[in-house]
């Protein structure tokens, strides 16, 4: 009974906006069927919660992402 | 000085909204109590953060929500 | 399809050490009677985590749990 | 390669909302400063993930803040 | 520059203790080539953390993995 | 009432252990001063939960700490 947090930066979809729906559904199908084949573990006790993050509270480097970009750009 | 997550599908409030604020305020109270007669803790440094997970955010199944419901349905 | 991760410190149980299984499972139940009770949510797809925090690695008022309490003795 | 999440309050930011950006640069500066001299890790690997909670979505002596501060006050 | 977090019981692996080094491996590199294919994110920012739960510290059904498998055999 | 959850691999610290219990200390005490500084959070309500993480159980680069390393070297 696995229990699966992902978290991505807001971004990348739809009109500037975080994941689609779609690409969430192959988040959750992907990595509910990594654990099936890895550890056999039942999809049907399998939980996978998505977190979107906003840019800015999002920090690599010792800068936001935002910033971050900047100044790699 | 526990600390409490509680994550919940954004859902079954009043007007299809997540939790009421009562709901909320229920939680709360509960499992802090629920703490202090098990463990003895000190509901002044019992925190409680609840989270609310949109439907399409939450995998069970290795379907989102509303596709997994749409199946069982 | 809740989800809850109850953090305590790793104390208070039979020879010092943290909850005995007989109280983690009251608080499993307890927790998940809780979300049926305020949330009407399903035991069956109910999660409960619970974590252990070493006294050391658990920090309030800008000191650890240990430094803290001999402060406040 | 550290992973840090900071929760805090929706509040105290400009107009009544969460931390201003400002603010949340000088925190993804500061504690990747913090990592870096305490225990010389790389900045270029340091995540840091900032939370703004709801005040009603966070719990404190078994009541929501709004609650907790109205019978403080 | 995704973080994803695993939570699986402590079993499974080699003489009954959790996953082995290499199932630990599959996942972390299942799970980064999901994002980047699924999402395009940078495998060099991808972080996964796994964390192995002791079963009597899972609850599901309102009962402790240990007492949910007995009543369920 | 900031929460704040710092995770790190386990070594660098005596004998090749995870961070000592002053090197905890100073984290705990400098993330709780960055957030009274910056947010003019009260230190009495900020918590701070340190893991620490082994390394084979944390991924970079869809490969585990060590192996990552090893690539590198």
């Given at each position: 009974m696995p229990y699966v947090?992902?978290?991505?930066?807001?971004?990348?979809?739809p009109e500037g906006a975080g994941p689609s729906s779609?690409?969430?559904?192959?988040?959750?199908?992907?990595v509910t069927e990594l654990l099936?084949?890895?550890?056999?573990?039942n999809p049907a006790t399998t939980f996978v919660v998505i977190d979107e993050v906003a840019l800015e509270d999002w920090g690599i480097g010792g800068l936001s992402v935002p910033e971050f970009r900047k100044l790699k750009s």
């Open positions: 947090n992902i978290k991505v930066t807001k971004e990348g979809g779609e690409q969430k559904a192959e988040l959750i199908k992907g099936e084949k890895v550890l056999h573990k």
